[in-house]
């Protein structure tokens, strides 16, 4: 029997395990956590579930059960960064609201588009032309990360709230570059990697990418 997949919201991941346990699938607590692979399975992968990214569990080793116990009434407060070579789009959620946004981009890429950093790290030696690029790139990134900083400043000083996590989709190359410096309000927050899965950043796929982090998928192999 093939495998059959749903994708669900995050506030419908109990009903939707306990009706599996009722049909006679693994229960919940037989479900445990493969953080390599990023979900809840039990010893035969009968039963596949990826939690939604905004839920994700941060330790290996946890049953549904005891996730599904913890799963809060309300999403709270979430960041959401997509990042290229010269482009990055980032947004603030509140219960699923957005409340906080920025759009960004600057010249960086060479004439055959390829990013002026990227083209160094494979080539060595900067020639000219490539000085106003390097600069661009640098100041993008720390202008995200002042953003960043600021928003979640204010939550905590003016709002009281605490980020529950950052959601960051970007190259391995670029998520190195954006923690060169730190980010002092993020130390310690939570990083869920999303991959290069996304489209060009702007305001539509940051909204896209933050519907598709509040969704989980379920599936049953035979």
Same mark, same amino acid.
């Given at each position: 029997m093939e495998a059959v997949g749903e994708s669900f919201w995050w506030n419908q991941a109990e009903p !939707?395990?306990?009706? !599996?346990?009722?049909?006679?699938?693994?229960?919940?607590?037989?479900?445990?956590?493969?953080?390599?692979?990023?979900?809840?399975?039990?010893?035969?992968?009968?039963? !596949? !579930?990826?939690?939604?990214?905004?839920?994700?569990p941060s330790e290996p080793g946890l049953d549904a059960e005891t996730w599904l116990e913890d799963l809060p009434s309300r999403l709270g407060l979430h960041l959401l960064v997509l990042l290229r070579a010269g482009a990055f789009a980032a947004g603030l959620w509140e219960d699923a609201e957005l409340i906080q946004h920025k759009c960004q981009k600057r010249y960086v890429s060479r004439g055959r588009g390829l990013a002026q950093s990227t083209y160094l790290a494979k080539r060595g030696t900067s020639r000219y032309g490539s000085r106003l690029r390097l600069q661009n790139a640098a100041r993008l990134l720390e202008e995200l990360r002042q953003r960043l900083d600021d928003w979640i400043r204010e939550q905590s000083q003016v709002q009281g709230r605490g980020v529950e996590c950052l959601l960051l989709g970007a190259p391995v190359r670029m998520r190195a570059r954006l923690f060169e410096a730190p980010i002092p309000t993020a130390k310690g927050l939570p990083i869920h990697t999303l991959g290069q899965d996304f489209a060009e950043p702007c305001f539509e796929e940051l909204g896209r990418q933050y519907r598709l982090c509040c969704q989980g998928e379920l599936r049953i192999n035979g």
């Open positions: !939707l395990l306990d009706g !599996l346990a009722a049909r006679g699938y693994p229960a919940p607590e037989q479900l445990i956590y493969d953080q390599r692979r990023g979900v809840f399975a039990d010893a035969e992968d009968r039963v !596949l !579930l990826r939690p939604p990214a905004v839920l994700s």
